[in-house]
């Protein structure tokens, strides 16, 4: 990952906050290992649940996005007969079903080269490639919401806000009238990909995120890390951007989607194997049923030389297992958004991987006053496609630090949150849109999108101006619905039909059944509804404290209503 690291006091500490960067033997003891099939899984395409989440499956039924070989897990009886054939202990540090691969890492490969011929011999194995040297392992693990204690900075329920600093960066899209139109991202799902969310989950700017349930959970691919919240600062800038709603001082993108944080990136030093990181995160965020993806990650050179196997004539979309998983992930139906890379002015000079990816909105850096920034990446894509795709505020753009401060700091890291919450927020607008309409819409409304260049690529997209052009401006005659509460809940919950009414007749909802779902999919309790009542009540008492889902199951429909648990 090329993190920022300009011209601000942020941008000082994000450089300065490692305390250590440890020396690793050149010798590799990672690989990826790519296997020819999935033949025989205990998976099937006909049970999506297994797999995918209830809101992703919802997704993909709603866009007629298919369920396919790809999205069932890698066959864990090749990763066991691979693992049995290796005469060392081994360790599963990264899978990729996308792939179809695994990353193992192995305690003593003294010589790798023969290794590698070796596994090329069992007849499942097509591929093997080394990607790090890790000299220790410790699982990764979903990580715990964390409790707040501190006193919230005034947070408003409208979206009629006083930004305060990033107006400038939120004007130049005309996001603020987006906002105003009534659309600041509810019931989004934005997952972020970075290094670390240092402090985030304490300083009071945040505390109105976990008492409204907009942060839905954190996972930590990392080796040797098992808390988000530790170990580097850069995604709590990052998301800063996007998530605050402090009144009259700090307002983001999309203060009121929901979040969910994947650490991809081992933020203590650069390995090849953080790209099949990124590749895993993008399946967990597809997984999920997330809208869009911010990932403020760029790959060009590694620490290793042996792993600086890409030059930039490799940037076509396709060479890199990061930017593979970028067009898949883009296809799937989530709305992915990355920061084309800061290296405009070293001798890489071109966009970093993911960027290059197909259908995906990779985002230079220019200041408020549309000018572009020296360190922003060029394209285009080695294959000839316009890169970056748009163009927002990088440059002395405000962020919130892991102190608490609100500084102003530079990078490409922070002029795509920009483009991502903003593109929540006018998917919610435009629901009848698909990821790819509009992803391709807003390269459309953006100012340079007939004579485009390689520094800017389309230009500056201008978000109301797509939505005022595009939303329906006919009232549709409002649908029963349904009103569930207290919510967030300590135990019961209140279901209740709201009927509409139709001549001389009333229309509404008959709840057939319900369904609780944990953040990952689980199915947690069933209700079975035989009467015909308006008025419903379910006990989630037994459940743990967190968020979860309610599958809600009537004649005509099925609903997904999240739910908080106290």
């Known amino acids: ?74 066959n864990q009886e090749y990763i066991t007969l691979v693992r049995s054939s290796i005469n060392t202990p081994t360790s599963i540090i990264s899978t990729s079903k996308w792939n179809n691969s695994v990353v193992l890492r192995c305690s003593d490969v003294s010589n790798w080269e023969g290794f590698i011929e070796e596994l090329l011999e069992l007849d499942f194995v097509i591929d093997v490639l080394p990607v790090a040297n890790y000299p220790t392992y410790t699982s990764s693990s979903e990580t715990p919401i964390h409790e707040q204690t ?3 900075i005034v947070y408003l329920s409208s979206c009629d806000y006083d930004y305060g600093l990033p107006i400038e960066q939120i004007r130049v899209h005309e996001g603020q009238l987006l906002h105003q139109a009534g659309f600041c991202g509810e019931d989004m799902l934005i997952c972020v990909f970075d290094a670390g969310w240092e402090k985030f989950n304490t300083l009071p700017h945040f505390k109105p995120l976990y008492e409204n349930g907009q942060i ?74 997330a809208d869009v993806i911010n990932s403020s990650l760029g790959y060009t050179l590694f620490d290793h030389e042996w792993q600086n196997i890409y030059t930039p004539a490799h940037n076509n979309g396709t060479a890199s297992i990061a930017s593979r998983a970028a067009s898949i992930l883009a296809q799937k139906g989530v709305i992915v958004v990355n ?24 985002v230079g850096a220019m200041n408020k006053d549309s000018v572009m920034a020296g360190f922003s990446s060029y394209g285009p894509s080695a294959d000839g496609r316009i890169k970056p795709d748009v163009t927002s505020v ?37 629901p009848q849109y698909s990821s790819l309409e509009l992803t391709q819409l807003i390269r459309e409304y953006s100012n340079l999108y007939h004579n485009p260049n390689h520094r800017m690529g389309y230009g500056i997209p201008n978000y109301y101006k797509l939505y005022l052009e ?50 990952s999919g689980r199915k947690q309790s069933s209700h079975h509804l035989i009467t015909l009542s308006s008025h419903h009540l379910i006990d989630i008492s037994h459940l743990s404290p967190g968020i979860y889902f309610l599958r809600i199951i009537s004649d005509n429909s099925v609903e997904m209503v999240k739910v908080v648990k106290r």
């Open 1 to 74: 990952m090329k993190r920022n690291r300009f011209f601000s006091l942020a941008a000082f500490c994000l450089l300065f906050v490692l305390p250590f960067t440890p020396i690793f033997a050149q010798n590799p003891n990672c690989f990826r290992i790519t296997f020819s099939d999935k033949d025989n899984s205990p998976y099937s395409i006909d049970r999506p649940e297994e797999f995918l989440s209830p809101r992703a499956i919802a997704k993909r039924e709603r866009f007629n996005i298919p369920v396919t070989e790809q999205d069932l897990p890698v």
């Open 150 to 152: 501190s006193d919230a």
């Open 216 to 289: 839905w959970g954190t996972r930590d691919l990392a080796p040797q890390m098992n808390d988000v919240y530790t170990g580097h600062s850069h995604g709590t800038s990052v998301t800063s951007i996007m998530a605050s709603a402090i009144d009259g001082y700090f307002v983001g993108t999309a203060p009121k989607a929901n979040y969910y944080f994947i650490r991809s990136e081992y933020p203590w030093d650069e390995q090849l194997v953080e790209e099949d990181f990124w590749a895993q995160a993008a399946e967990i965020a597809d997984s999920l049923g």
């Open 339 to 362: 920061s084309a890379g800061n290296e405009g002015s070293s001798s890489w000079h071109y966009i970093g991987r993911p960027a290059d990816a197909f259908n995906i909105l990779a």
């Open 394 to 430: 990088g440059w002395d753009t405000w962020i919130i630090y892991s102190d608490g401060g609100m500084y102003q700091s530079s990078g490409t890291s922070f002029a795509g949150p920009v483009i991502a919450g903003l593109s929540a927020c006018l998917w919610q607008a435009l």
């Open 470 to 519: 595009h939303t329906n401006y006919v009232s549709e005659p409002k649908k029963p619905s349904l009103v569930i509460y207290p919510n967030p809940t300590t135990g019961e919950l209140r279901i209740t039909n709201i009927p509409r009414w139709r001549g001389q007749g009333v229309e509404e909802l008959r709840i057939k059944s319900i369904e609780v779902f944990d953040i």
